[in-house]
């Protein structure tokens, strides 16, 4: 559903929304401190920001849609420097104090500013298409774990698995430039169990009872990374909801933010997927829809979506925030009025800290409610 008008506020946020609802996970300053002194969680994610900033240019010299790339490549990374040593020596100009909301919007105004549409175009196409050639086999697998519990476990970590493709992570983006990623692989090596926050036994729990099965459940899911994040990880994670009757609605990005999927290539990735008769591996999409989030970045403010998912979303009895950005970073503690998941691979040691955990540790939060 394409996007248009004003910004609304996401309808199952837990109102009021200015009293329930900060959307940065992690507190980078407190009334009590110098307003005019960055803060050292400030200083540690301006220079997380300040440390992407080779992988960026680099994506965007190589950028055959635009002319004169490399030199506007280098003007992003002088300017977008400058800012961030703008913000050491005063967190409030340019609009601060800094975030990660407030540093990714900087990012993103720059380039396109300086001419920049979708610096991560030509990659995410090709994992898309990578992706793609492998949904059959990682459907099947799926499918042939007859235990309900143990396929919703592997569906999971298909997600995490997935989640890895992140070339908003300076290391992740190094490793991919080198390596490339395998998918199965990824799932081997995902992090023993318990992760960092560990619920997926409660979640399972409450799958398999037989509420979750009712066919009027709507699941809103916020996605994430395009490749085998979106491909492989949440949509056979998707496929088995719409087994079991569930209204999926994957609301992904309008503008193209880092490799995110947007709303007009998860259409084109759900068209090449259906067969003749419009089924995924067999399984109805009628009831699975793909809406417009009306973000535009990496992370996700939900205070601000497009009015065509607030409609969808409105009546949902489950939400979903997929990825480091729009579920760790972003809406970790986010209360909702029904039950909700926030599920991502912790991609970067800041994040890590505050959390207690390890570097590409999971997160598998799940909130529920007593009525939805």
Known sequence: MESSGELVPFPLLITPIE??????TIPYRFPSDNPKK??????SWINLFANSIPSFKKRAESDDTVSDAPAKAEKFAQRYTEILEDFKKDPESHGGPPDCIHLCRIRELILREVGFRDIFKKVK??????AITLFKDVVELNDSIEEESKRMENLVRGIFAGNIFDLGSAQLAELFSKDGMSFLASCQNI???PWVIDDLDAFISKWGKKPWKKASLIAVIFVDNSGADIVLGILPFARELLRHGTKVVLAANDLPSINDVTYHELLEIISKLKDDNGQLMGVDTQNLLIANSGN???????ASVSQELAYLAADA???VCE????????NLYAQFKCDSLKIGMVKHQEVAQFLGGRLYDCVFK???VTTC
């Open 38 to 43: 960055p803060t050292p969680t400030e200083l």
């Open 317 to 319: 009895d489950l939400v």
């Open 366 to 368: 799940f909130n529920e």
């Open 125 to 130: 196409d090709e994992e898309n298409a990578k």
């Open 296 to 302: 535009d970045l990496p992370v996700i403010d939900l």
């Open 19 to 24: 009293n329930n609802y900060r959307a940065c």
């Open 191 to 193: 992090v023993p169990r």
């Open 323 to 330: 990825g480091m950005g729009r579920g760790i970073e972003t």
